[in-house]
């Protein structure tokens, strides 16, 4: 399997970034119960501004998230750019009998999501000025944590259906999910993990745009009972190297919650497929 993510900075430490692009990478390989071999990183950047020694770091951090996950960084490629821009193009491989896919929920299946929401939210805080670091460090933690222990625990609970949640939301892939899939689900707003912070920062107006249009899309085929707006724009909210949804059946879903949780996520049951249907997604 092959795939390919780029990004913007999404924080000011240049290793950071590059440590987070990667891993953000790498997430697409992991949904589908992969393992990374190897990476090209693919660099936009702007010669006359920014110094090379802060593309060494970038690239530095690149390297700290293909060590951390046993794949090797080939090579890449670099571009002149006005706007800095970094990722990696990731090959790795996948026993055929034991992938994960997106159009592949059962009826019956648990839900579970492997890491909190708010990403988008709070890189829009980021940008005005308006996030607390402890906020911040919240995320970045998120961010730079690989999805491999997430897929491991999908696999060997069983499961069939997997996406990784980034830029179109948690609402916005389950949509996608449940349509390739033929069934209709139920996701509790209450049991979604959330970054701390985030709530007083979407009230005070800190959701991106990219959230708002994800909302717009998504919401055709949601139904909502007693949920307020704020809470489905989190639901929403476009995430950056976010985490695993996927579904797991036979009473498995706590034992695998319970195993993440074990390894430092922060992981839920959020929902479950409620059985064969049009893609509907019933919100309470």
């Given amino acids: 399997m092959a795939t390919v993510d780029v990004i913007t900075p999404l924080v000011d430490d240049a290793r950071l970034w590059g440590r987070i692009a990667a891993t953000n990478a790498a997430s697409d390989v992991y949904a589908m119960g992969g393992r990374p071999l190897f990476a ?11 110094p090379l020694d802060l593309l060494s770091d970038v690239l530095a951090g690149a390297d700290d998230a293909a060590a951390e996950g046993g794949w090797v960084t080939a090579g ?4 002149d750019d006005p706007e800095p821009k970094f990722g990696c193009a990731v090959v790795g491989e996948v026993a055929v009998d034991r992938m994960l896919r997106a159009d592949a929920l059962r009826p019956g299946d648990d839900l579970v999501l492997t890491k909190p929401l708010g990403i988008g939210i709070v890189s829009t805080a980021v940008k005005r000025g308006a996030a607390s670091q402890d906020v911040v460090d919240a995320a970045v933690a998120s961010m730079t944590r690989l999805n491999a222990a997430a897929a491991a625990a999908a696999v060997g609970g069983g499961a069939t259906g997997a996406t990784d949640v980034t830029g ?3 609402l916005g892939h389950l949509r996608r999910m449940v349509e390739a899939s033929g069934v209709d689900v139920h996701l509790d707003a209450d049991a979604v993990p959330v ?6 920062l979407l009230v005070a107006g800190m959701a991106p745009g990219g959230s708002r249009r994800n909302l717009s899309w998504a919401i ?3 139904e909502s009972d007693g ?8 639901l929403a909210d476009a995430q950056t190297s976010g985490g695993l949804l996927f579904g797991v059946g036979d009473g498995a879903a706590a034992a695998v919650v319970d195993e993440l949780r074990a390894s430092g996520h922060t992981a839920a049951v959020v929902g479950g497929v409620t059985g064969a249907g049009s893609g509907r997604i019933h919100v309470s």
């Avoid at 890449?76 to 571009?79: A, F, L, Q, R, V």
């Avoid at 970054?195 to 007083?200: C, K, M, Q, Y």
């Avoid at 949920?227 to 989190?234: A, I």
């Fill in 168 to 170: 179109f939301g948690l």
């Fill in 40 to 50: 090209l990183n693919i660099v936009g950047w702007n010669r006359d501004e920014l």
């Fill in 220 to 222: 055709e085929r949601v």
């Fill in 76 to 79: 890449g490629h670099t571009i």
């Fill in 195 to 200: 970054l701390p912070g985030v709530r007083d």
């Fill in 227 to 234: 949920v307020d707006d704020d809470t489905l724009l989190l």
